[in-house]
């Protein structure tokens, strides 16, 4: 199994503090001024009528004066707003629930693999044991081709799944926010390792049709975390088209992908992956802040490209029989806590109260000059957000992520349930856990949302939501038949 993500309280990086903190300096005219303002008006407020009167009569203002001072608070308020940055809201989502007939059962699973295996026992053995403890239930979904005897899967196969799921999440976002297909403006669609030509973007403009100058993009190769990054992606176009909608497509084609051979650290994705995909609609337009169920207030991306471990941590390659597959690498776990210390002590200073951050910085600050051997103070993240979707990536990721942000057994329930029921459908998992909170009835107005999501490269990239109404459990999605009987208890170790 790989190592678990280290302890974070061993190390922190100053750079990336000092990325944080550059918020906090951009703001600071406006945390110095609004208390001087309060306190004019205060003493305003506590003065007679006849000194205000007095006071008013020992002004003398000439016409000149009035029109420069109102063309000046005329200026400095245009400049304002304008260079304020749009509001994105998330209008609604929508899931792909796969059908009944794709699930693959524990015992399912492991029958094909003796049979697609049998000249290699020890690797079926591995994946039970991986299987056994990876927090999956008897519910998650694979293609129809991979339900064959040995798998052949075909390009057209993969196109038929990428149809399937991705059409069935834009139909279900079309039904839900009434969207007519020519009102959409920006189209991004994130696949990571199914990339064909013409490009997924381009099969969903031909479906639907879409106008001829929609701003289409298709992001590949950029793993589980890609759905942030076309979030992100589509923030950015926003802030330059006004009055536009944006289309945003996560999922994760696995026809393709199925690992056919007998190298265990490639053998790992078959357990761990599974069917699953989602369509977004973002918009900056300000009649859709009534309807729209969140605020986009944050993105923070690490990239830890630059070291080669950690980019060829997660790298598809072929094995000495020429079968390609991913090759997940054993210092995996490291590298993903290396990248998310980076991140959330980054995100941090933009989140975190006051308090939080001033005991963070002092502490730093402390080992830096007096001690080193001080034990940092890890911030309580609980005080700025309400909810956490943490990508399913695995169940080790989140029993670390549990331990090491110090959170509830209820904080990590959307992620360890979204991991159970669906695996890891990658870009897609964070609208899974999101649904679950939502079909549990637990998002209301002013929650804020953390996701949390990890990818090849390596990148550990964040997302925080603003909730900006409450909202009802919807009446459908993909947990409408089993949310009653969730949450689940999940044993260490699943014996098959």
Request: with cysteine.
């Amino acid at each position: 199994m790989p190592q678990i993500l280290p302890d974070f309280s061993s190390s922190v990086k100053l750079k990336y503090v000092k990325l944080g903190y550059q918020y906090l300096v951009n703001h600071i005219l406006t945390f110095l001024l609004v208390p001087i303002m309060a306190g004019v008006v205060l003493e305003i407020l506590r003065l007679g009528p006849e000194e205000m009167l007095n006071i008013w009569r020992s002004l003398h203002f000439d016409l000149l004066q009035v029109l420069f001072s109102s063309f000046l608070i005329i200026f400095i308020a245009t400049v304002y707003f304008m260079s304020k940055p749009r509001s994105v809201y998330l209008v609604d989502y929508a899931c792909y629930k796969p059908p009944v007939t794709c699930r693959v059962p524990f015992s399912t699973f492991m029958e094909h693999s003796r049979l697609i295996l049998k000249d290699s026992p020890k690797s079926v053995d591995f994946q039970m044991r991986i299987l056994e403890r990876s927090g999956l239930g008897e519910e998650t979904c694979l293609p129809p081709a991979i339900h064959y005897i040995p798998p052949n899967p075909t390009m057209e196969d993969a196109r038929a799944e990428a149809e399937t799921v991705i059409f069935a999440a834009i139909d279900s976002l079309m039904k839900k926010t009434g969207l007519k297909p020519k009102d959409i403006d920006i189209l991004i669609v994130n696949c990571s390792l199914f990339s064909p030509t013409p490009s997924l973007s381009a099969m969903v403009i031909n479906k639907y049709k879409l106008r001829s100058n929609i701003k289409s993009f298709n992001l590949s190769g950029m793993g589980c975390s890609a759905g942030i990054i076309s979030i992100d992606l589509a923030r950015d176009l926003l802030q330059v088209y006004p009055n536009s909608y944006a289309l945003v497509v996560s999922t994760e084609i696995i026809t393709p992908n199925y690992y056919k051979g007998n190298e265990r650290a490639m053998l790992l994705p078959n357990c761990l992956f599974r069917m699953g995909g989602a369509a977004i609609l973002l918009s900056n337009k300000r009649r859709e802040k009534s309807r729209a169920k969140y605020r986009l207030v944050h993105v923070v991306r690490t990239h830890k490209g630059a070291d080669d471990k950690a980019y060829r941590c997660v790298y598809e390659q072929e094995d000495p029989q020429g079968k390609v597959g991913i090759n997940l690498s054993k210092d995996l776990m490291v590298i993903a806590g290396e990248a998310l210390k980076s991140n959330i002590t980054t995100i941090g200073p933009l989140v975190l109260p006051a308090s939080e951050q001033l005991l963070f910085l002092f502490t730093l600050i402390g080992r830096k000059i007096f001690n080193p051997k001080w034990k940092p103070y890890i911030p309580d993240f609980k005080q700025a957000f309400e909810h956490f979707c943490i990508h399913a990536g695995g169940r080790a990721v989140i029993d670390e992520l549990q331990k090491n942000l110090q959170l509830s057994a209820e904080h990590v329930e959307a992620s360890r349930m979204t991991l159970h029921r669906f695996g890891n459908t990658s870009s897609s998992s964070l609208w899974y856990e999101l649904n679950y909170i939502e079909a549990k009835g637990r998002m209301k107005k002013g929650a804020r949302v953390w996701q949390i999501a990890f990818g090849s490269g390596f990148k550990c990239n964040s997302a925080v939501w603003k909730c900006n109404r409450t909202i009802k459990a919807p009446m459908e999605g993909p947990w409408q038949d089993c949310i009653d009987r969730y949450p689940v208890h999940i044993p260490e170790v699943v014996k098959l």
